[in-house]
């Protein structure tokens, strides 16, 4: 009644796919045949539901009930089905991203084919699109031909669910999704495909980095001048980006200093009354455009003036406009 196999392809450490790395475990592709119907799953919630692709010739009629999640009819090659007739085709999904800004996480792809005549082999590659990419780029190619190219079976099918073993995203940040699909392991007609079922969530925002730099050490009576710009958003690809940085001299809590711009110079009017020749904390924090925050410690010395600029000191005292910096 049902024949399955699992393909588990070992995946080293820091492999690296055409596309993106898979985080941890090992790539899995689940292959199964049934005769008569299936005792299979399909899913109406998977992140193609109710999306209309754009397809190559030869998809066949009903290319629009492909991912409804209803599977299609059990017999024969009409209904709720997508067949691809004598040659290779290809069906485009571009994702809805209204709530999913950076793209999704794609954790699984199951495919279902067949329960008609002589079309229940599958062979097809899986392309993936990111945010911030203008064209696909391949993931895999993956078959399941159990009856062979030359055999007509009747009212046979196949299914494949390709996942990552430890559960991780096999990519992140997609927004659009491709299947090429191919006849070479097909009898006569092609393929008849039941559904295809892309399953995922949105990509979450990742924090940015901040790094403060420095220490910094700064002359008598010159400007203090900060350089945020080791500072890091790993989402830049995808278009996120960190959009302020705020700098806090004195570490109490209260950012004084507010720029987009990484490096920032603070004059000497504003560094008056801090002792001279000792290190004091500084703080940077960086917001990207998602309104996520990190921190970064460091620090900065007012150099000691030589002696015959000490009597000058005296003298003339500190003058300090505090125009943008809160007085202790």
């Known amino acids: 009644m049902f024949a399955g196999k699992k393909i588990a392809l070992l995946v080293l450490a820091g492999w690296t796919l055409a596309l993106c790395q898979v985080a941890s475990g090992s790539l899995v ?6 005769y008569s119907r299936a ?9 193609l539901g109710g999306l209309l692709p754009s397809a190559g010739a030869n998809t066949g009629a009903h290319v629009q009930w492909f991912t409804d999640g209803s599977g299609g009819d059990n017999y024969g090659e009409n209904g709720e089905n997508w067949t691809p007739y004598s040659a290779t085709t290809w ?3 571009a994702l809805n991203t209204t709530s999913a800004p950076l793209g999704y996480s794609i954790t699984g792809v199951n495919t279902f084919a067949g329960t008609a005549d002589y079309l229940c082999n599958q062979h097809y590659t899986l392309s993936f699109k990111r ?3 203008s064209s696909f780029t391949a993931f895999g190619t993956f078959t399941n031909a159990p009856w062979g190219q030359q055999t007509q079976v009747t009212h046979h099918g196949t299914a494949m669910w390709i996942y990552d073993s430890a559960g991780a995203p096999l990519v992140t940040n997609v927004i659009a999704v491709r299947f090429d699909i191919y006849t070479d392991v097909t009898w006569g007609l092609g393929s008849t495909y039941r559904e295809l079922d892309v399953l995922g969530q949105a990509t979450a925002n990742r924090t940015p980095t901040a790094v403060a730099g420095g220490p910094y050490a700064v002359d008598y009576r010159s400007a203090l001048d900060l350089n945020g710009g080791a500072s890091s958003d790993a989402d830049g690809t995808f278009g996120d980006r960190i959009v302020s940085f705020e700098w806090d001299l004195d570490n109490d809590g209260t950012f004084e200093y507010l720029t987009s711009d990484p490096n920032l110079s603070i004059p000497w009017d504003d560094l ?10 500084l703080t940077l924090r960086v917001t990207d455009s998602f309104g996520a925050s990190s921190t970064s410690l460091g620090s900065f010395t007012v150099a000691v003036p ?3 600029t000490v009597a000058l000191i005296l003298l003339g005292g500190c003058l300090s406009a505090g125009l943008r910096r809160r007085r202790r």
């Open 29 to 34: 592709v689940d292959k199964a045949s049934a």
């Open 39 to 47: 005792p299979w799953t399909v899913s109406s919630t998977d992140l």
């Open 91 to 93: 069906v485009e999904y």
């Open 131 to 133: 945010m911030g990419e």
């Open 272 to 281: 008056c009354g801090y002792e001279l020749g000792a290190s004091h904390p």
């Open 306 to 308: 030589e002696p015959a």
